[in-house]
Every structure is written in structure tokens, then in C-alpha cells.
């Protein structure tokens, strides 16, 4: 297996004053240029863990352990000033809602300028940009510079947020669900521009995403998160088709259960709080495979096949989950 | 034949602005049955929100009809709409700025019931609260202390606690968590089922419309281009727009490599509509006879598409011996 570009290892990360830390023990590897993926829903630390890894935690939020490893050098070590330097230029992000990242009161041109001439674009900054703008196929890059943000369209704007990480020519990019409220169309072409300046640049993507089919398309390997730490690490295939974690086998069913009509009668999914305390697995409360066990003893990410981690103390027990999903989809295919 | 709970006839809406025309609805012509639950999807921009506030009469349409339960209400005023509006609601977009801020969700919920002259408010609260399935110890929050999916269930609540008989959810899952869109969407299929409520859900999300609505209409730049049964759109989409739309929506499987219908570029301004398709411009199969204006062809049981390929669909159709 080729060295990693980044690895987040132990990861812990609290806010002041809360009992429970955000972020819990965090192992992650990204892979260079390759797009790696980290599922999970809202509240289960992904955008935590990209802010952490560009140093952007919110106030109140401290680290309290683990490592940040990117070329070499451990990122939670570095001084604010040599921080603001590795990010644009090793660790590019993207955002979700892209016109909220723009400056509304600059024009889109301007910005790109700055960005360009913040990481030392040449004598001519401005052609830069205009050239940058080419590239992420906007069709009138002259004109679309001029432009303010309110005046493009939220793909147009997400484009100019991918010309402006551009400039600054990462090692990773870091995408917070870039396409989450766009449309489908327009995704999808966001998704393609992505895919193609990443086989031209060679740059790492970690695609933070809810949305499990753009995962499975662009993914090669995928974290799934739950309760602030990772709980399964592996690549697409096995995620998806043989799942070990509990939690992402209920995901993979959750996909084939949305997958039918909606009947008032089924039941709600159990929402239990996680349990309070650092030992323990965090989907105790509504793993259906739980143990007493699982709640007192320090569970963690375990390596367990090939590339495949998992953090289940009964993951060996639970080898059938897969046949499960399965199982479930050929009795429905049978019923409909 | 039931008779239609909502038509729209022939809606057309315009905006002025900056000495330009903003054309949001170009001749939209809908019918809705009572107890159906119908979709309406289309890319932003197409008009599916101006449609929404047409239909609710929150804007009123430059020209048209809409008809509710047989009564023309297209010109009505302000205080004749309100008797209309005790069967008719709207649940917006995004429910944060929806609801008003300082307000707790008891005074959010009672206000509709008070308006509307609801005998014994509190009994219907606690019924509603129920419904919705949201606990009483919620009533003395405010919108900002509520989460994503509380605050589009006080939305709702607020929407359907007056027993109207139609409601218009504008993006109802647009605010909220996976996890929580499923059991919102259990929540207005049984409401649908109990109450026979008729429901019109606009989206940009297929997804969410797939398995909750019964039709589904197509919009794009300010046209109905596509109409059907859900499961017949989704198995046979006729107008190459609806293709394209369909094509677009990942699979969430790594096993299968999907095939993507082409698109050419950006989307339309509504300040300048073609002639004839509106999608035309960005349409790979286009040709000079797409300039002239299509109309809905039937390429199925009630299924309907205004494209030149939907034609032949009806011709092989008519060709085939019965």
C-alpha cells in the first residue's frame, strides 16, 4: 500500500465545558490522488474532522489529542502563521452553500485575483484568473468575472470557489458536501469538473458527503462516521457490499428500504442518546447486536482484512450482516 | 371520474424588472384529484415556487385560471381568499425563516386555529402535536431552540392543524437530515391515508418525490414538459429533459456504472424563452421541428410528454394492432 498523503490518527477534539468530546479517538487515512470518502450523518463529526485537519475548529472547540500527519509534519503542532500557509496551498476546501463563502461585495474576478496572488501567481494575476475561470468551463470567463456572487448561479458560484482552490494548486482537497442543494444536473457537471481536474492535477479528494450514491461513484475508499468517530474504514466495494459494522449494514439496508414506496406503518427508526462516557461504542444504544460489553469496554478501530478496519468488538461474530442486506433485498425483489 | 380538487388552466406569471420580463410561468395547466399526492419537480428557476404562491395566491397570476373544489378563485381579494385558505395551505421552504422567530411553537400552532375560529383550540393542539409526532415539551420553544426536523413538523402542524383539505409543500425535505426525510414522508402518507389530505410536493430532489407521490409533473422553464403515473415516468421517461434528470441521479452502488444523458450548457434565464420546446437549447436531440411549439402527446396511460420523440412513441402506439 503506497504511503499515505494524510493521516489523522487519534483524533480528539472537545468542546469547553461539554462532557462528551465532538470528536472521539479519529483514525483516517487519505491516499494520494485518489478521492476518499467520509459518510455519516448530520452531527457525526465530518465537517468537524475537515475543520480540525485545516486548523478552522470553532471557538470553544480544543484538540485534546492525536496528530494530524500531512508530508511529513504533524499539523496540530504548527504555528497559526505557518498553518495559514499550508492551507490553499497543501490543503485546498470547497464548501457547501458556495455563494455564502464568496465576498458578496467583491466581484467573483477580484476574488480569484486575490487568491491568485496570495499563492504567487505570476505577473499577471488577473489573465491567471481568467485562465483558471476557463478551466473550470465557465463559458464566458470575461464576463463572469465581472460578476458579483448574488448575480451566478449556486453551480456557477461553486465553480468559482473550485477556480479560487485552483489557484493555489493543492495536494488535497477537502469538499464539505460541495454539491448539497444544487441541482441534479448541475451536480452531476460539478461532480465531472471535480473528477477531471483531479486526473490533471493529481490531487487528493476527501469527499465529505451524506449523499451514499455520489459516494459510491466517485469514491474509491470511504470512512463511514457515527457519534464523532470513525467506526468502519474501507474501500467502496466492501462498504457497500459487505459491510462489518453494524451501523453501515443498517445504512446499506436504510438504501435498500428507500428504495420502495413509503408505508405509513413502518416503524420509526430508534433514536437513542449515545452513551456519555469515552469507553464504549457510540451506536450501542441502537445496535440491535448490542452487549453489555460493548458499553464498558474501549472500542477501537481494529484492522481486520486487507484494508478494512472496523471498530465492533463482534465484528467476526457479525459476518452474516452482509448476507443480511442481501437477504432483505431479494425479499422485497420477490415481494414488488 | 372523480372531479379534480385543483386546476390550474393555462397559468402564466410574469414579473417586471429593471425594464425586463422575468417570464416565471409560461401556460402551466395542471389537475389535481382529491386524496392524491402529486409531485412536481424541475431544475431551480423553472418556476416550481412561483407556481407554489400562484396556487396558494400569494401572487397573483397575469393570466389563467385556478379553480379549487369547482370555484374560480383566480381574481378573488385578499378577504374572500382567507375563507379559502381555512382548506388550502402552504408549507414553505425553509421553515427557520418561515416561522417567526420570537414566537414559541404553542403560539406558532394556535395562531392558524385561532385565525380560522377553531372550536376548543387546546383539544386540536394536542391532537396535532400527535400527528406530527411531536412531544408537548417542545410548545414552550422557539424556532431556534427547535432541530431541522422539529421545526419543519411545527411547519406542518401549523399547515394541516385547521383540517384544510389541500396542502403545498414547497422542498419539505430541503432543511433536513436523510434520516429524518423518511419518517416525514411516513408522516404526510398517513396523514394522506386518515385524513384523505391532497397534497402537491414541489422538489428538485427526485428522490424525494419517488416514493411518496402518486403523479409527478415535470417542469422546465416555466412549462409542464412531462406528466404520468410515477412508476410509468420512471420506467419510461419520454421527454429527453425528464432523461436527462432521471440519468443524473447517482446510484448508490458501486457495482453499476450508469449512463448519463447529455446536457448542453447553462441553465435558461426565464427573461428569454425559446420558441417552441423550451428545452431546445440545451437538448441533444433537437431539431428545426422542436422550434415549433409541442404539445403533450400521450405515450401511455395518462402519461403525457411535449416532445417530438414522445410523437413517434404515440404513432408506434396507434401503428400497434389493439
Known sequence: MTLPLLAVEGLTVAFEGEPRPVLQDVNLTVAPSAWTGLVGESGSGKSMTALSVLGLLPHGAQVLGGHVMIEGQDLLQLSPDRMRKVRGSVIGMIFQSPRSALNPLMTVGDQITRAVRHHGGGKNPERTALELLRRVQIPDPELCSQAYPHQLSGGMCQRVLITMMLAARPKLLIADEPTTGLDVTVQAEILDLMQSLQQETGMAILLISHDLGIIAEHCERVAVMYGGTVVEYAPVQEVFHRPKHPYTAHLMRTLVETDRPVHPSDPSPRLLPTPNSTVGCRYAGRCPHAEVACVTELIRLELVGAEHSVACRRHAELAGLALEVKAGTQARAALS | ?322
Open chain 2, 1 to 322: 371520474m372523480t372531479k379534480p380538487l385543483l386546476e390550474v388552466v393555462d397559468l402564466k406569471c410574469e414579473f417586471h424588472e429593471r425594464g425586463r420580463t422575468v417570464h416565471a410561468l409560461n401556460g402551466v395547466s395542471l389537475s389535481i384529484d382529491p386524496g392524491e399526492i402529486v409531485g412536481l419537480v424541475g431544475e431551480s428557476g423553472c418556476g416550481k415556487s412561483t407556481l407554489a404562491r400562484c396556487i396558494v395566491r400569494l401572487l397573483t397570476p397575469t393570466s389563467g385560471r385556478l379553480i379549487f373544489a369547482g370555484q374560480d378563485y383566480t381574481v378573488w381579494p385578499q378577504m374572500r381568499l382567507r375563507g379559502l385558505r381555512k382548506d388550502m395551505q402552504i408549507v414553505f421552504q425553509d421553515p427557520l425563516t418561515a416561522l417567526n422567530p420570537s414566537w414559541t411553537a404553542r403560539q406558532l400552532i394556535m395562531e392558524p386555529l385561532h385565525l380560522h375560529h377553531v372550536s376548543d383550540p387546546e383539544s386540536r393542539l394536542a391532537k396535532v402535536l400527535d400527528e406530527v409526532e411531536l412531544p408537548a415539551s417542545i410548545l414552550s420553544r422557539r424556532p431556534s431552540q427547535l432541530s431541522g426536523g422539529q421545526r419543519q413538523r411545527v411547519a406542518i402542524a401549523r399547515a394541516i392543524g385547521i383540517r384544510p383539505r389541500f396542502v403545498v409543500l414547497d422542498e419539505p425535505t430541503a432543511s433536513i437530515d436523510m434520516s429524518l426525510r423518511t419518517s416525514l414522508l411516513r408522516l404526510l402518507r398517513k396523514l394522506q391515508q386518515e385524513d384523505g389530505l391532497t397534497y402537491l410536493i414541489i422538489s428538485h430532489d427526485l428522490s424525494t418525490v419517488r416514493h411518496i407521490c402518486d403523479r409527478l409533473f415535470v417542469m422546465y422553464l416555466g412549462k409542464v414538459v412531462e406528466e404520468g403515473r410515477m412508476h410509468s415516468i420512471f420506467t419510461s421517461p419520454t421527454h429527453v429533459y425528464t432523461r436527462v434528470l432521471l440519468s443524473s441521479i447517482p446510484v448508490p452502488n458501486p457495482s453499476v456504472r450508469r449512463e448519463r444523458v447529455p446536457i448542453q450548457g447553462e441553465p435558461p434565464s426565464p427573461t428569454v424563452i425559446p420558441s417552441g420546446c423550451p428545452f431546445r437549447p440545451r437538448c441533444h436531440l433537437a431539431e428545426l421541428e422542436c422550434e415549433q411549439p409541442q404539445p403533450l402527446y400521450e405515450v401511455g396511460p395518462e402519461h403525457f410528454a411535449a416532445c417530438r420523440l414522445a410523437r413517434s412513441v404515440t404513432l408506434a402506439h396507434a401503428d400497434a394492432p389493439a
